[in-house]
């Protein structure tokens, strides 16, 4: 997993509230082989006006231009704005998988589902739940501009806006580490590398017929 | 038994006796944080073509090695077809499932069992038949009925595909321990009830939440009593019951069926292996967190009426009725169920007529369940009304075997079709699945609705019992035939 260093990005805004995986990556995706490769049928349904199967070729499908992820510039937006309870329904990580593979780097909403925002970190991708108000006021701001931009800043757990107004947010000290490190759940147990390595050694030498 | 590199077992712990669960935890835990989770060393990993892709490539995306390959057996189940495997594989999807598991097995010199080899078969069937599951393991696989294995006194559950790779990178696994539980099943079983009545008896009294959040031993006598199938098919829908691993104590009967796999020690380390899974049992004075009690005297041929495994009974009582349920929710549920099912409350089993019989999957699918279904079906023919029987063996050496005592002919002249291994109808991913409304007397473990075909409607039993229902088209007591 990558280190998460402070940035400053793109922001794209779908003002919906309870956004569900299924709309992030439709069902038919979830049978490919793949965790890469999703930034194509993110927000499928939504995005193209054509039905989508796994394996063809999107280049092909017809845009809903309206969709504000096929408008200039947001094709490289790096956050997502969106409203309450984002993300709820499938465990599967693909929702995670497709944003991250699109380019988002954090979504910003006002809520989030429990498995969405644990599978997030597990993969790098930042979820910040900020108050209703205050998501509202960024929606506001980012109406009046065509090149909206945030910096987020995770060291210091704040969301900078272009005026430099900011604002804190919370955060699991542990998930920051991690994210912070470029640590997942494998990273964080290779720190352990040396006590299996120890642990094998005698394991195998007590019971032979396992080796 | 202690754990070198853990932290130190509190006093109290240290005094009681222990469980075969806590022995088999601390056997494997590598280390343990503040917090209480646990890195639990794992011996055996099982993989098929369903789960594994996205693990193997998130390795690479990371570059990071295997960390074991020798404790990897692979082989493709869930997508495989069972007929007509000179064409290969036609649905796009499952094929390329296939193909990838097999490329990244050959890409990282795993030991897998390919489509065409007559080892080939259903993961939790293949693991112990090749004795690559022994007393006393850790094994996972990424499939919720890993719980099989646990038959075997080995701590074996179902992870999912980010814990597939994360055993694949670290040959570990991050847990919380789990509570410990014991279902009891005292006493003898009548003639003609099986293990799959005893599970499904159990999982009717305890509720499929009734496991949740333990791991549940199954003791007793009747318990001892099973052979190694039997205790397979309970132990395989512990999951069922809402309990991640089920585990039965080895004895003697565990020894005999492992001794002389291809996987098995040998000689003098036999003899140090047998010696140290003599231990695999609970401690006399062990303390459980849950302790059920079951009559084996109870316990008659059990049919599911409804969508979940816990909606079962007696094939000779009547199918419940809501009104008499005192819970409203409940009530609710069942009426729904009933509606799913297109079943009357009231209605006797004997009326309710089938359209077809699956014989197979994880649950049974093995010599012995082929074995009891061929002995009723012997000398009888599939009933007019029933549209498919089929019998899926669970491994290509199962089915050689079967063949061998001349079991596929008894089915074939009986009218039952007689195919390759593989989950096949257990799950419907292959093409045996169920029109929607179809009723099917199947022997595999979640009725769940659409879990065998949209709209189709699942009747969990016992081998026999399937049997019976094929060749009188609709469930009977295979004792009264
Ligand atoms: S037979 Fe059924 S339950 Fe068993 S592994 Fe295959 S699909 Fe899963």
Redesign the interface.
Known sequence: ?EKFEKFTGLVAAIDRANIDTDAIIPKQYL?S????GFGVNLFDDWRYLDPGE??QDHSQRRLNPDFVLNRRPYENAQILLARENFACGSSR?HAVWALMDFGIKVVIAPSFADIFYNNSF?NGLLPIALDAELVDQLFNELECSDDYRLSIDLEKQVVCNPDGVEMTFEIDEFRKYCLLNGL???GL??Q??D??R???Q??YER????K | MHVKSGKCLTWVTAMAGKTLYDKIWDLHQVRQDDDGTSLLYIDRHLVHEVTSPQAFEGLELAQRPLWRKRSILAVPDHNVPTTGLEYGITDPVARLQVDTLDQNCDKHGLTEFKMGDLRQGIVHVIGPEQGATLPGMTVVCGDSHTSTHGAFAALAFGIGTSEVEHVLATQCLIQKKSLNMRVTVDGEVGAGITAKDIVLHIIGEIGTAGGTGHTIEFAGDAISALSMEGRMTVCNMTIEAGARAGLIACDQTTLDYIEGRPFSPRDEIWQQAVEFWSDLHSDADAVFDREVVIDAADIEPQVTWGTSPEMVCSVNSKIPDPAQEGDPIKADGMQNALDYMGLEANTAFDEVRIDKVFIGSCTNSRIEDLRAAASVVKGRRVAAGVKLAMVVPGSGLIKQQAEDEGLDRIFVEAGFEWREPGCSMCLGMNADRLEPGERCASTSNRNFEGRQGQGGRTHLVSPAMAAAAAVSGHFVDVRDL
């Open positions: 997993m049978k082989i793949k965790r890469s796994p394996g990580e597990k997942d759940d494998i147990t290779m352990h590398a006590v299996i120890a642990f094998e005698q394991y019971l032979p017929w396992l």
